[in-house]
């Protein structure tokens, strides 16, 4: 089993910035992934960054740019850097663990922006 707790949600201006972090505990041998997602009110959940065991990255297309995933192996966390906020990011972000015959979800923190 794999735990995930995400911080460092909050409010935040237009333009201004934010990082959360990702914390794993449990077994980690068996992930080949992490991410983050978001999902925003009356939307669908969609993947924001996501960053693989060997280090490859990918993003959305509406962050590229902005956002940047990274990771620290040593303390099992992995961080999503965001900058240049819009209140289009107002979201509650989900930390993801992806296994190889299981994901895992962390409980949510939320990023308001306002304008």
């Known amino acids: 089993q794999v735990q995930l707790v995400e911080s460092g949600g909050g409010l935040v201006q237009s333009g201004g910035s934010l990082r959360l972090s990702c914390a794993a505990s449990?077994?980690?041998?068996?992930?080949?992934?992490r991410g983050w997602y978001r999902q925003a009110p009356g939307k669908q959940r969609e993947l924001v960054a996501r960053?693989?065991?060997?280090?490859?990255?990918n993003y959305a297309d509406s962050v590229k740019g902005r956002f940047t995933i990274s990771r620290d192996n040593a303390k099992n966390t992995v961080y999503l850097q965001m900058n240049s906020l819009e209140p289009e990011d107002t979201a509650l972000y989900y930390c993801?663990?992806?296994?190889?015959?299981?994901?895992?979800w962390g409980q949510g923190t939320q990023v308001t922006v306002s304008s």
């Open positions: 449990g077994s980690m041998v068996s992930i080949y992934a």
């Open positions: 960053i693989t065991s060997g280090g490859i990255t």
């Open positions: 993801h663990a992806q296994g190889f015959t299981k994901a895992y």
